[in-house]
């Protein structure tokens, strides 16, 4: 697998994240990966996650070799060929899924991505559809870990643009487009997941909501 790129930060979390989707995602259907990197993510959770359809993209052409040389290696038949997208620029190349899933992206990226987010997931999740981030949030304009923190400083030494994202600003950029917060789950190495759903699902645990 010449093209296949190996992501140790991947292998680490694959299970973890694998036991938060298998119970949030809905039990059949069509998942968008957002920036699947090296497509291990993909290649793991559409492994235990048989009755889904993964469909994995990045914007990077290197990013795509690699998910299908990961691909066509785990021989799986529910994942398919990555498509070029890039969050910021819509309409997306996909028209209807029922989850959208972006691991370890917005920090990675400017804030405009995060926006872009959003938006494509507002106009491409179908009503009460699910939207899944993952990754390290500052809370209360606070790092929750001097990890965190140190880490924070590494990425916008890279690119002043990036950074770790505080919770309630990625919230209330959701809540904008009609995707609402339902589920903080803390993950190992200081990481979050948050579980949005779009529509009157969400909108409905939103205004209960002590997040």
Do not use: C, K
């Amino acid at each position: 697998m010449l093209d296949a790129l190996l992501s140790p930060a991947a292998a680490r979390n694959a299970a973890f994240i694998a036991e938060v989707l298998m119970r949030v995602l809905p039990p059949s259907g069509l998942v968008l990966e957002i920036a699947s990197g090296s497509g291990e993510h993909a290649v793991h959770f559409a492994r235990v996650l048989p009755a889904l359809v993964w469909q994995p993209s990045d914007p990077d052409e290197a990013a795509r070799r690699s998910i299908v040389a990961h691909a066509r290696a785990a021989g799986l038949a529910n994942i398919r060929s990555p498509l070029a997208i890039d969050v910021t620029r819509q309409p997306w190349p996909v028209t209807r899924v029922n989850a959208v899933v972006a691991i370890n992206m917005i920090h990675i990226a400017p804030w405009g991505a995060s926006i872009g987010l959003m938006a494509g997931a507002e106009a491409t999740l179908a009503e009460g559809g699910v939207l899944y981030l993952y990754g390290p949030f500052r809370e209360g304009g606070a790092h929750t870990a001097p990890s965190n923190a140190a880490f924070d400083d590494s990425l916008r030494s890279r690119n002043a643009s990036w950074g770790i994202r505080d919770i309630e600003a990625v919230v209330a950029a959701a809540r904008a487009h009609d995707l609402h917060l339902v589920e903080r789950v803390v993950m190992p190495a200081n990481n979050l997941s948050l579980i949005f759903y779009r529509g009157r699902r969400g909108l409905a645990v939103d205004r209960e909501s002590t997040f």
